[in-house]
């Protein structure tokens, strides 16, 4: 060993001054990046700011916002693990990267490192006409019969977690029940059954559910691929929940050839591309389209990822809004029982749904409010000049800020007020443009009404079968990024059977 000490010591001085060479690089780089934008002013070696971005996320994007608003930019700058990062609030420069995503300007990546975590086969990653064609196929899934369909499956779901709900509230009900994890396990229970039902029986789900709380933890957590590396196991994850619900897929093609009626999302796609291939036939042209089983499996997994997270978060801050705003609830009350009673036994239909206008205000508002998916992050392709003076770099990832984009434009943004969007005021139209929570350009959610209907569903049931009241502390409300938002105290309410009689 001591030899080899002193082979090496010569060497030792230019190894550290290689090294503090590149870490000058580094800050070098980052600067000349910044420019005049708000930011850090040197970062960190190599990891820049991402513990403080893991370790407390709501002051860092808290943070990255004021920054950006204390100039007229409207942007502002930081550094994660050799990635330089551009925050946006400005609305006009978020659509302006919603409208850019192509090969040649900005890419959708749905998380800073999302290829290496979602994989190739990803709905996300699409441009152009192929993106165009598939989202052309998946419009079938979104039809009112096809909604209708998954309004019984949902409802359904809903009443089994709300009894097992308030059967755990009923043996201590002095003591407030945390609703996010519960939510989050309905969610996964009901976009499981709508998206692929029968196909996932009950050892298969075990395993999903083990999987996918792996991919979730690895969501927020150091982007390690190594060995016991939370991102890893949630990147081994992913792939073997992609492998399932190919599987799934196989199932549901199968029973189309059939002619089967559809019972889940899966179903209706299959029916719908099934159709597409005979009508090829018929007119004698060739396949229309050729996609793997696999890279089906992952346009699912696209579907569960957008509809998990963000739904819960939406379920959740719906029970604080309404919680903290009793008028709003009682009108809520009010117009269901016009149109559902739990007494009559009968299914609440997507018909009667869509008959509840001032419920479906009150769902897009708890959206505006409190955007689920809070900034849509994007990497430059290539060098895209945001302003007249400032490029963004080619390799940044940019986040236009959705949550930021609710609190612009609207008549007092910060005031929970369902009415904004009802048909007197209409809103969601004069102020289109800041309602950008289901994102905008040719990316928008696909599945956007799905979204609404669950959420619209959920409240209509909630209120109408359970009385809640929130157990109230100090700051229990503020936001917590996991990676949605969430309250930070995971909605602590107390439960009861509602009477209505």
Not at 121 to 129: A, D, E, K, S, V
Not at 281 to 294: E, M
């Amino acid at each position: 060993m001591a030899s080899i000490w002193v082979l090496l010591s010569p060497w030792i001085p230019y190894f550290i001054s290689f090294i503090a060479f590149l870490l000058l690089l580094e800050q070098i780089s980052y600067i000349k990046k910044k420019r005049f934008l708000p930011g850090p002013t040197l970062v960190f070696p190599f990891l820049g700011n991402v513990i403080p971005l893991v370790t407390n996320p709501t002051k860092f994007w808290d943070l990255q916002s004021a920054l950006a608003k204390s100039t007229s930019h409207g942007f502002s700058v930081n550094y994660i693990i050799g990635k330089f990062i551009l925050y946006i609030h400005s609305t006009d420069l978020s659509h302006k990267v919603f409208a850019n995503v192509r090969p040649d300007a900005f890419h959708l990546i749905g998380h800073p490192f999302g290829k290496k975590l979602f994989g190739e086969h990803n709905l996300i990653y699409m441009f152009g006409q192929e993106h165009k064609d598939l989202r052309r196929r998946i419009a079938p899934n979104f039809t009112p019969k096809a909604l209708g369909t998954y309004t019984d499956i949902q409802q359904r779901i809903i009443i089994k977690h709300f009894k097992s709900w308030l059967d755990e509230a009923s043996k201590s009900p002095n003591t407030p029940i945390p609703l996010r994890l519960l939510c989050r396990d309905m969610n996964l229970d009901t976009s499981q059954t709508v998206f692929v039902g029968p196909y996932l029986d009950g050892e298969s789900r075990k395993r999903f559910n083990v999987d996918y709380n792996y991919f979730n933890v690895g969501l927020m957590k150091l982007p390690v691929d190594l060995p016991g590396f939370a991102f890893r196991n949630a990147r081994l994850a992913v792939g073997r929940l992609v492998d399932t619900l190919s599987v799934c897929v196989e199932q549901s093609l199968n029973k189309m050839k059939n002619e089967e009626e559809p019972t889940c999302l899966i179903d209706f796609w299959m029916q719908e591309n099934l159709r597409e291939i005979n009508e090829a036939k018929i007119n004698g042209l060739q396949k229309p389209f050729q996609y793997t089983n696999k890279e089906l499996g992952g346009f699912l997994f696209d579907f569960l990822f957008a509809a998990q997270d963000a739904s819960t978060s939406a379920l959740l801050w719906a029970i604080v809004l309404l919680d903290s705003h009793p008028q709003v609830l009682e009108k809520v009350r009010s117009e269901v029982a016009r149109f559902w009673s739990p007494e009559s036994e009968q299914p609440l239909t997507a018909e009667m749904l869509r008959e509840m206008k001032y419920l479906e205000a009150v769902a897009r508002e708890i959206i505006r409010i409190r955007a689920p998916a809070t900034m849509v992050p994007h990497i430059a392709g290539e060098e895209f000049r945001l302003t007249e003076d400032y490029v963004i770099p080619k390799g940044t990832i940019v986040f236009p800020s959705v949550f930021d984009s609710s609190f612009q434009g609207f008549p007092e943004p910060e005031k929970f007020e369902p009415d904004r969007f009802m048909e007197e005021r209409q809103e969601e139209r004069v102020y289109k443009k800041n309602f950008l929570a289901f994102g905008a350009g040719p990316h928008a959610c696909v599945g956007q009404k799905y979204a609404i209907n669950h959420l619209m569903l959920f409240i209509a049931m909630f209120t109408a079968l359970i009385d809640f009241k929130r157990h109230k502390t100090d700051g229990c409300d503020d936001i917590s990024y996991i990676p949605t938002i969430a309250p930070k105290d995971d909605c602590k309410v107390f439960l009861a059977h509602r009477c209505t009689r």
